[in-house]
């Protein structure tokens, strides 16, 4: 035995061969010979405890942290009884026969080795696999189409705006810069303002959208476009931008949450330098961020550089991080219409105890704002199926997180099929239907750069027609918040399907909420969507249909044969050979 390990421990470079001694520490980078075992060990326990009660965390962003760690450790310990003297000195008895146990303990090791390590080199960690979806027929628009052109969704899509390149690991995240072409991105918005509105110029396009939205949906405001001294408060999506994940400059820590998918700061500049140098609009009456998070040090220098004036605005910090405190209602000004019968503090354990969630407050910039421009990031999400418009409100509230919204989802915990289906309670219609929240919103200006499969989780190249294994490189535009949110639901129930691990958007009803939210037919019976519980029950937002399939990718409006959806595509994708 002693002579195997020897010989063993010589074949892994571990001992000198002159000598027959063990190295020296120098000699083997340091602590490294004894740190990364242990580190292995405890990292293969760590993964096992946590995927073995539920194999959909394998997908967790800590854990595939911690799979090539366990992997490694596997193959490490593999290999110390992979020698080929191993069948001679182990695997036999003295009377010749073979140690059947110790031959399957073996061979279990090493698969268990190499099924790590096909997981940790594809990325694919078994996330939960939803069967595709079945939804209604393809194009059957329900609900009343919104817009200048009503039902218009424009889709501008460039791939010269992203580099194809860029790897999002730490230092060179999607979000920086050098990983986005800023003229492209405001070629792309011009292009997209101008299609939705049908109109010339980037000014008469504002123009019209403001009129839009002050004629149609903007209640006791003045007739016309925009005037000087209106607010304009643009939401973004800043996930990621949690305690822990950022360096005391507010800068990105290099961590497992890197890279998550949330809004590009490229899109939001394009957007400022319409509304400053287009609209007219004074630095001093815009502002910008995330309620319920922080502005990043790369987003902030970005974007201060150019409008020092804007507000940026933070949850925590205020001028000593050249930022200002955002503020919230003094009292609850939002009433979820399930009226606390839904939403429960124990929702997420499955036990529907606790206090009823009825009601919130939200961030005072809603109430005092004239308009907002609600830019979220496309995405997927793993409670909620989708990740546009409506969920990002999640962060509009004044708690310091939103998990007592999940109870309102389609799936409130993993793997939980109570909510799955058709014809229940949804908090994204309220959001969608709130004064302040959709009432307020001025144009659906979708980011999709860099489009993700869940709310915590990079961003991913997507493979569907036409991207190639490319990253997205699309905006978004619309006047119709149903119809806008619908064509995302289409484009990531197609690219997540149930041969991905991300197949979240493909659990039964996920489209509820658009259903609902273009038609008070498709409402529960017992519920009545009231968001401000002032008697007045809201009407339809939009309209909502399925495309005909995901390679023509063409609505009602586009076949001639309904007044559902339009959408309209542009940009250079489209023109490059």
Known sequence: MRDWLHRTLSRLGLVCPKSGRLKPPSRLRGLAVCFLPVVGFLSLIWFLVRVIEKPSRAAYPCMRAAAPLASGFVVWVAALFAAPVIPAALLRRKDGSRRKGLVVLLAAAMVLAGGLAVVCQTGDLGGVRFPNAVTEPANQPMGTARGIFPGRVVWVWNPAATNKRLTNRPGDGYFLPKNTDQAAVDTMLSEGLR???????????????????????????????????????IKTNATSAWGGNFESDLSVKHNMFYGIAETSPAVVLAVLRQLVNVVKVSQADIWVGDPMKHVYRHAYELWHAEFPNVHYIDRFYGADKEREKDAFTAQPVIFYSD?????????????????????????????TADYVINIPALKGHKRAGVSMFAKN????????????????????????????????????????????????NLLYLMDALFAGPEAVYPPTKWKMVPFKNDWTSSLFLSLDPVAIESVGYDFLRSEYISDTPYSWVQMQGVDDYLHQA??????????????????????????????????????????????????VKAGAGFTVP
């Open 195 to 233: 299609l939705l509105t049908g109109k010339d110029s980037d000014a008469e396009a504002w123009d019209a959208v403001f009129k839009f939205h002050n004629r149609e949906l903007a209640s006791g405001k003045a007739a016309g476009g925009y005037k000087p001294g209106q607010k304009i408060f």
């Open 393 to 440: 409100h999640f962060g509009s509230n004044g708690r310091v997180a939103a998990n007592h919204l999940h109870g309102g989802l389609v799936n409130p915990d993993e793997n939980d099929a109570r909510r799955q289906g058709y014809g229940l309670y949804r908090v994204q219609v309220d959001l969608f239907g709130h004064k302040w929240l959709g009432g307020k």
């Open 339 to 367: 009226r606390g019968t839904v939403m429960k503090a124990g929702i997420m354990n499955k036990s529907e105890t606790g206090p009823a969630t009825d009601s919130d407050t939200l961030c005072t910039l809603f109430e």
């Open 518 to 567: 273009a038609d008070h037919e498709n409402w529960p019976k017992d519920i009545v969507y009231d968001p401000e519980n002032d008697g007045t029950p809201i009407g339809s937002l939009g309209v909502h249909e399925h495309w005909n399939n995901p390679v023509d990718k063409q609505y009602s409006r586009n076949l001639e044969t309904g007044d559902g959806i339009e959408l």
